[in-house]
């Protein structure tokens, strides 16, 4: 299974001034060059005939719009949105989650659009075993990691790219 983790593209910077700065967050939308540069990435994508079988999404607003237009742009069919992928989500709960499913056997391409740090720090338990702070991914920018087969388990990644929206467009 190939397992590509998808960093939002380009956001509104939050409001300092805002009263409820969670609310406001997740309510933060991708400016105009951040859908601009994301469609870029998902027209390279479509090029390169890269597509997913599934993808998943952050619930809040920039995540969605990110996976939309990969949608839009025909790299996927299939969409769920997950909390797990929130900022500060657990992998040890999403994989327990996606390992219990029975309905995502024999995939072969998953893409979880999320933030960061948490995909770069997953990225870094699913390949090393711990986080170390060794990747950084770009907003819009994709990790692609291999597993031996349909099970994900920490440690067991191999990492295969690591695509700044710079070398993808």
């Known amino acids: 299974m190939y397992l590509y983790l998808i960093r939002h ?13 969670i609310a406001n967050d997740e309510a933060r939308s991708l400016t105009k060059l951040g859908r ?3 469609e870029q990435v998902a027209q390279r994508l479509e090029k390169l005939e890269v597509t997913f079988e599934l993808i998943m999404t952050s619930p ?10 990969l949608i839009d742009n025909q790299i996927i069919t299939r969409c ?31 893409a979880l659009v999320g933030h960061e740090p948490n995909l770069s720090q997953w990225a870094e338990l699913l390949i090393f075993g711990e ?3 060794r990747l950084i991914l770009k907003k819009g920018g994709i990790i692609g990691l291999k597993f031996a ?5 920490i440690g ?3 990492l295969w790219c690591l695509l700044p929206p710079k070398l993808i467009i």
């Open 60 to 69: 809040l607003v920039r995540a969605q719009q990110t996976a939309d237009i």
């Open 9 to 21: 593209g380009i956001a509104m910077e939050p409001d300092p001034l805002a009263s409820d700065r």
């Open 156 to 158: 067991t990644a191999q």
């Open 80 to 110: 769920e949105v997950n909390s797990d992928l929130k900022p500060m989500g657990d992998l040890h709960q999403w994989l327990t989650n996606w390992n219990a499913r029975s309905d995502v056997r024999n995939l072969s391409t998953l």
């Open 149 to 153: 087969d349909d099970r994900i388990a």
């Open 36 to 38: 601009k540069k994301v």
């Open 131 to 133: 986080v170390g702070d």
